[in-house]
DNA sequence: TTCTTGACTTAGAATCATTCTAATTTTAAA
DNA sequence: TTTAAAATTAGAATGATTCTAAGTCAAGAA
């Protein structure tokens, strides 16, 4: 979904379309890195030189709950947040942190509303292991 | 793979089977329940008054570096460790944060070592939702 | 427009989970 | 036994997240 529509959404009775709210989900638009909090607010905070920690926290929650982001908690310890929200895998590489998307076909998941009695709202499918990258320099250290 | 059996692989060169980290498997051989960190460490800590958390730490990550045992980061914030290594699901329930355990058959990725160039060294496949508990109690409350 | 009310933001304190540190104890091997 | 390495311990330090109370902003009513 479109930046631009996801912002119109936000501008409803109900929520407010803050320039906070706007500033985080154009960064997570901008920033398909699968930014940690931390990251986040250190970049918006060179604009926006007031802002606070708590409205981070506050905003990706807010985001998280009208659809438009998703969380991900791949790491231990750390959140970390997505601009795409449409079913997709995620790879984390234990050497160098990085998170990548992965696209798995024919999950069985895919479309379940339910799986034993208990109601589907997300998955999370993440992998974990030694991306390409990592794999790579090992090999021109031999 | 038994208790006796995960604890004879670690009597070996290399590693030592102290009571503490006996202690820690059995704990979560006998508890299914994908206990927190602190679950842990509260429980043995009635056992065994001088237990640090340290070494519950510890423990955990030297049995998980063994394969004997898997980190669940499925929740925000805190591990959870879980007995079975074999490959299965795990739903949370994000109103009463229990973790359930979850068969699913036909995963493309299951029998997969690699993907995109990525060696693939663990599945963490989680789903998020509510659980039949909950539901139901919803239900009555109607 | 001005007022009012509720929603949002802020800075910093508080809390919670995890890691680190340095001292002590235990273990395995000589 | 003795010794050296490995493991454990208590508590401090760190890092991530949540809470709090005060201040600011925004939308609708008068």
Redesign the interface.
């Known amino acids: 979904m479109g930046l631009k529509e996801k912002l119109a959404g936000l501008n409803k009775k109900g929520s407010t379309l803050t320039i906070q709210r706007n500033a985080v989900l154009e960064y997570l638009y901008e920033n398909r890195t699968h930014p940690t909090v931390e990251e986040i607010y250190h970049s918006l905070k060179e604009k926006f030189s007031t802002i606070s920690k708590a409205t981070i926290y506050n905003t990706l929650e807010f985001l998280k709950n009208h659809g438009l982001i998703h969380?991900i908690?791949?790491?231990?310890?750390k959140?970390r947040f997505d601009y795409e929200v449409k079913p997709h895998?995620h790879?984390f590489?234990?050497k160098c942190k990085h998170v990548?998307d992965?696209d798995?076909?024919?999950?069985?998941?895919a479309e379940k509303k339910m799986?034993?009695?208990?109601?589907?709202?997300?998955?999370?499918?993440?992998?974990?292991?030694?991306?390409?990258k990592c794999?790579q320099k090992k090999k021109d250290s031999w």
């Open positions: 969380e908690t791949i790491e231990k310890g959140l895998h790879f590489c234990h990548y992965v798995v076909e024919g999950c069985p998941l799986i034993d009695g208990h109601k589907i709202e997300e998955l999370r499918p993440y992998i974990i292991g030694i991306c390409s794999l």
